[in-house]
């Protein structure tokens, strides 16, 4: 079954909630890491993190939402991303952040696409197709910084597939709401 | 934002500041810009030192620019871009400069860094206030300064260090010029916020005057520090139009910076 | 080849060339037809009716991208914000035209299976200025859209049709953003020179007597749906023009149905 405009809405601000959750969660870390080059790393991440968030708000609104609206995910999902973004490693965080973040939210935009009608809702997928573009130069970048520093390697190799394993344990988090309260 | 936690502070010399942004072990962090090495003319130090502080300063930037999108999670949205968007920037400038320190033989952690601007910017409690410090004076301030370097850094033979400057000076010329706008319009709609930035320029004051060295101290390079007037920076007028200070705000800084007799021709200019 | 359109037209056509500008090109697998009651008009109740609008619609949405591309071309110096909108409604009316396609020729149509208007061109751009096809083209035209959209999206629920809901509700969505672009357009031009409502009034007065020419008394009456107000709320129009609207629409309504 095809996705309502309602559905596109609300996947839409959802996603924006995630995107400027985890610009956050970067901006809080800057000036807790200590590693200029994570820093670094982080800081031009906060700006992709932000320019995607907007774009999810812009379109939201031409689904007939609130310009730049949000729709928090459900609790589990958002204890775990309150619970990540208080991550303390640096290993943990750029592990947590690209190996595992990053790609389950890829995951989600890739189901969205494979549900959504590429025609009718061209620009979401646009949108979406441009974020995805981004996060995997975004992966290789940190990928390129733990060439250059092996210190940011992870020593609990389980570490992430723990992370991972609890990221996609909640397959839907959006959380529906009435037609009215949307729009 | 609610207030700073004790934890979240530190006490240097009787003022309360933010505590310091966390460094790599490498760094030697100091309380006050007075503890820093500066060395004289263009020498092979003096140029690593002049680029390691700079970075630092950038580094600063980063992370003062972020911490404002912590902090204040309900400022208008497209203000907040502007932040995220200077994250970007500043991290580039840190990139850009670590990049050119090691070209010339440098490393971190080679000279003692302060976190200044840091710790004095996030002691305030709002965003206007923040952009007041950050990037209107302390940026601002930083426009004037690098009008004027590119040109030394090519007296010294060093054309790549100023092609970097270069590039620095046009992204604070947006930095400066977003905080320009957004404060008007957050006063204008907001009347009580002027009271909090002059309370915040006058806390910058109280906190200059607390760390500036003694009468007599040699620096950590033992020499005598410069009297503050010899270090005022030629004002850029150009580009703080360009970052959209009015020319009665342009008027009196110069006014204020001494440089009242060359008001007029520069004005123009 | 485009298809030279005098073949197709009759004499008893000949509409003002004050209002109507020359027709946009089309190739030979379609015939156009300048007045409403030349085209295929199936009763409501005919199976081939919804195939036959799916055409018309198809039709239409290509006069909104021929429209939109026409104003980015003829006005160069407009304001970039508006022209990066009327861009992307270029985009919007073009993925539009593919929708109405998709569907028109999954349920057994053929292109060129039916007569196609294309007044909407010839209305438009015979106007002479950005400001005058904004008011027509997604004030006037776009904005009645959004309330026909409405009523079609019920009435495909209602029967069930689920893949054309899905296809209304977006062309909805889509149409909303194209009239608030407008309208915040429009509302700029009268803020910074009031005289620009003149050049509003007599552009929709043009239209709405271009419009009367093709479509006919009967066709106009035959309209059943009501305002979609709180679409045209999203849209950017304001409280007291909504109510106007519907007013419009419900003595409209009275008068068809005591016919």
């Not at chain 2, 910017?121 to 300064?145: I, K, M, P, V, Y």
């Amino acid at each position: 079954m095809s996705l309502s405009v309602q559905d596109r809405a609300e996947y839409i601000a959802t996603f924006r909630f995630i995107q400027v959750f985890l610009m956050e969660a970067l901006a809080r870390w800057v000036p807790q890491t200590p590693e200029s080059e994570v820093k670094v790393l982080f800081g031009r991440h906060i700006w992709d993190l932000a320019q995607q968030a907007d774009g999810l708000g812009k379109r939201g609104y031409e689904l007939r939402s609130p310009s730049q609206f949000s729709l928090r995910p459900v609790d589990s999902y958002v204890e775990l991303l309150e619970e990540f973004a208080r991550t303390e490693t640096t290993p943990q965080k750029i592990h947590g952040f690209y190996d595992v973040m990053l790609p389950g939210l890829a995951a989600r935009y890739q189901n969205y696409l494979e549900r959504t009608d590429r025609l009718l809702d061209e620009p979401s997928v646009r949108v979406v197709e441009r974020i995805l573009g981004e996060f995997k130069r975004m992966i290789g970048e940190s990928e390129a910084l733990r060439k250059e520093l092996p210190e940011l390697r992870l020593a609990d190799k389980n570490w992430p597939a723990k992370l991972a394993k609890r990221e996609a344990s909640e397959p839907n988090i959006v959380v529906r709401r009435s037609s009215a309260a949307v729009a | 934002m609610a207030g700073l936690k004790p934890e979240e502070t530190k006490q240097i010399k009787g003022m309360t500041l933010r505590r310091d942004p966390a460094r790599e072990a490498c760094f030697k962090v100091v309380g006050s810009d007075a503890e820093l090495e500066e060395w004289p003319g263009m020498t092979e130090i003096s140029r690593r030192q002049r680029i390691h502080r700079h970075m630092n300063n950038e580094t600063g930037a980063v992370e003062i620019a972020a911490q404002c999108l912590v902090d204040f999670p309900e400022a208008p949205w497209e203000l907040r871009m502007h932040l995220a968007r200077q994250c970007w920037d500043e991290s580039r400038h840190v990139a850009g400069l670590y990049r050119r320190l090691r070209e010339i033989g440098g490393h971190k952690g080679e000279f003692p860094i302060s976190n200044f601007e840091w710790c004095v910017t996030c002691s305030l409690d709002t965003l206007a206030a923040r952009l007041a410090l950050q990037n209107r004076t302390f940026e601002a301030g930083e426009l004037d300064l690098l009008g004027q370097l590119p040109a030394k850094w090519r007296e010294a033979g060093d054309e790549r260090t100023a092609e970097v400057l270069e590039s620095i000076l046009a992204d604070e010329i947006t930095h400066v010029r977003f905080a320009n706008q957004w404060l008007r319009l957050l006063v204008r709609e907001d009347r009580r916020l002027a009271l909090k930035i002059a309370m915040a320029v006058r806390f910058l004051s109280s906190v200059t005057a607390a760390l500036a060295p003694q009468e007599g101290q040699l620096s950590p390079v033992g020499l005598a520090y410069e009297e503050p007037q010899n270090r005022i920076t030629q004002v850029n007028v150009a580009d703080r139009r360009q970052a959209d200070f009015t020319d009665s705000e342009i008027d009196e800084y110069l006014r204020q910076s001494g440089f009242q007799p060359i008001m007029t021709s520069n004005a123009e200019g | 080849m485009p298809k030279d359109d005098r073949h197709s037209v009759s004499a008893t056509d000949n509409f003002d060339p004050a209002l109507f500008g020359p027709a946009p090109a089309r190739d030979e697998r379609f015939t156009e037809k300048r007045r409403w009651i030349d085209c295929t008009n199936f009763p409501n109740d005919h199976a081939l009716r919804i195939i036959e609008f799916f055409h018309r619609q198809m039709n239409e949405e290509l006069n909104g991208v021929e429209n939109a591309a026409q104003s980015l071309a003829d006005f160069p110096d407009a304001d970039w914000n508006v022209r990066m909108s009327i861009a992307r409604q270029c985009a919007d009316e073009a993925r539009h035209v593919q929708m109405f396609r998709r569907i028109f020729e999954s349920r057994g149509g053929k292109l060129g299976e039916y007569p196609i208007l294309n007044f909407q061109f010839r209305i438009i751009a015979k106007l002479g200025d950005l400001l005058s096809r904004l008011v027509v083209q997604n004030r006037s035209f776009e904005a009645g859209g959004i309330d026909a959209v409405s009523f079609a999206i019920e009435e495909a629920r209602k029967r069930g049709d689920q893949e054309l809901v899905d296809l209304f509700e977006m062309q909805q969505a889509d149409e909303i953003t194209h009239v608030r672009f407008a309208n915040e357009f429009i509302s700029e031009s009268i803020r910074k020179d009031p005289r620009a409502a003149l050049r509003v009034a007599k552009a929709l007065t043009l239209a709405s007597t271009a419009f009367i020419q093709v479509m006919g008394r009967e066709a106009i009456e035959k309209v059943e749906y009501l305002t979609d107000e709180k679409g045209r709320l999203e849209a950017g129009f304001g409280l007291e023009e909504v109510k106007a609207a519907t007013a419009q629409a419900v003595k409209r309504r009275a008068s068809y149905e005591s016919h």
